[in-house]
């Protein structure tokens, strides 16, 4: 019911930058949060920056003060900007978002995720 498409993640070296970009398209009433989760190999998926359902955001103690999380309503759309990336930073990045979702006689918030876009930063 619900499809996010990620793009904008690569190889950077450690101090550069990227962006990313999660798309959120389908069936659904709205969308009741939408943010980034990360995962490196052998590691558990992590929060990275998420926008709230009241619209506020969170994000992880590590990424503070160098990643942004930004939203275009009209398109659905979710933005991670990415600054002085860290050899540690590397993980695939997951777009989530949680979505009213059904027949308004049956409305259910239901969670998507996105097939992941591959951040690797070089030292």
């Known amino acids: 019911q619900v499809q996010l498409v990620e793009s904008g993640g690569g190889l950077v070296q450690a101090g550069g930058s990227l962006r990313l970009s999660c798309a959120a398209s389908?069936?659904?009433?709205?969308?009741?949060?939408m943010g980034w989760y990360r995962q490196a190999p052998g590691k558990q998926r992590e929060l990275v920056a998420a926008?709230?359902?009241?619209?506020?955001?969170n994000y992880a103690d590590s990424v503070k003060g160098r990643f942004t999380i930004s939203r275009d309503n009209a398109k659905n759309t979710v933005y991670l900007q990415m600054g002085s990336l860290k050899p540690e930073d590397t993980a695939a990045y997951y777009c989530?978002?949680?979505?009213?979702?059904?027949?308004?006689?049956?409305?259910?918030?239901?969670?998507?995720w996105g097939q992941g876009t591959q951040v690797t930063v070089s030292s």
């Open positions: 989530n978002a949680n979505a009213r979702v059904g027949p308004t006689w049956k409305l259910r918030d239901n969670d998507y």
């Open positions: 389908g069936s659904f009433v709205k969308l009741n949060a």
């Open positions: 926008f709230t359902s009241g619209g506020s955001t």
